[in-house]
């Protein structure tokens, strides 16, 4: 292709890319909610029975190799700030191993009823033994007897309910050990998602979402059509990537009213960095 043609029709898909995203901006500025909302609404996930409220709060918006936005804020930073969330109603806490959150929410735990919260974690483990130690490394960092929710972190494998089969067996065994009260995945690939929604093994997963499909499996539809899915099968679907990692950081309301409005969410979480962003959001949910 002649450099000439390649620009012009990069231009004219970059075009459309645009138009398409400022339309889906105009429609969710337009569209009225069937209810009122708010982020410390309690609900239900899925078939699991645990009853939370509708935000979670994040531990996590970049995390890896033990470290995240939100624990640069240092243990007492982000557990002062996951118990400002408790104090506005928020019951969430989305951890993980690979975030290095574990210190800071088990800081807030000491200072709150532990009943009174669901503790969300993940596992990057992918065989029988490291799960096993990681559950009982994770309850000590913790500092709780018991996880609400255990997920095997980031699949992306079409296959990996069967190539993982000693993790799956691992947390089915600690779910009727009380260990855990649900298993389930979060999803890096669409093959992954769609595995994810035929598993039976699979109680909650936890889904990347937004509307204009920034660090997402697939398209937005396409990612919506498989949650519904799970939706259907009893699922719990939580969603994440709501503001797209900072992609939608000026159209928060757009992506706050999407993923309200999608009919496929059981909660979603966000990862505030200080407390006026965690207020600010509490305030834009209420007034979608």
């Not at 239900?44 to 029975?49: D, K, Q, R, V, W």
């Not at 033990?66 to 104090?87: P, R």
């Not at 960092?141 to 993982?164: A, F, K, P, Q």
Request: proline fraction near 2%; include cysteine.
């Amino acid at each position: 292709m002649r450099r000439r043609e390649f620009l012009i029709r990069s231009a004219t898909a970059a075009g459309v890319a645009w138009l398409s995203s400022q339309s889906i901006f105009k429609a969710l500025a337009e569209k009225t909610l069937p209810q009122k909302y708010n982020a410390y609404d309690t609900v239900t996930l899925g078939s699991t029975g645990i009853k939370t409220s509708r935000l979670a709060m994040g531990t996590g918006t970049v995390g890896s190799g033990h470290h995240s936005h939100q624990t640069d804020l240092g243990v007492k930073g982000l557990s002062d700030l996951l118990l400002n969330g408790y104090d506005k109603g928020l019951r969430f806490f989305d951890a993980a191993d690979s975030y290095g959150s574990h210190p800071h929410v088990a800081a807030a735990l000491k200072q709150i009823p532990r009943d009174k919260v669901t503790v969300l974690t993940k596992t990057f483990s992918r065989d029988a033994a490291s799960a096993r130690a990681d559950l009982d490394r994770f309850r000590k960092e913790l500092g709780t007897d018991y996880l609400d929710i255990c997920l095997i972190h980031c699949v992306t494998e079409s296959d990996w309910t069967e190539r993982y089969k000693g993790v799956l067996d691992v947390l089915s065994e600690a779910k009727e050990k009380g260990i855990i009260r649900a298993h389930g995945c979060s999803c890096h690939s669409i093959d992954a998602l769609r595995t994810a929604a035929t598993s039976p093994w699979v109680e909650v997963d936890l889904a990347r979402i937004n509307p204009v499909g920034a660090i997402m499996d697939a398209d937005p539809a396409t990612v919506i059509g498989v949650l519904k899915e799970m939706k259907t099968a009893g699922k719990a679907v939580i969603g994440m990537k709501i503001l797209g990692q900072g992609a939608l950081r000026k159209r928060q309301d757009e992506g706050i009213k999407f993923a309200l409005s999608n009919g496929v969410l059981d909660a979603f979480t966000i990862g505030a960095e200080n407390k006026q962003e965690q207020e600010d959001l509490v305030r834009r949910i209420s007034a979608a």
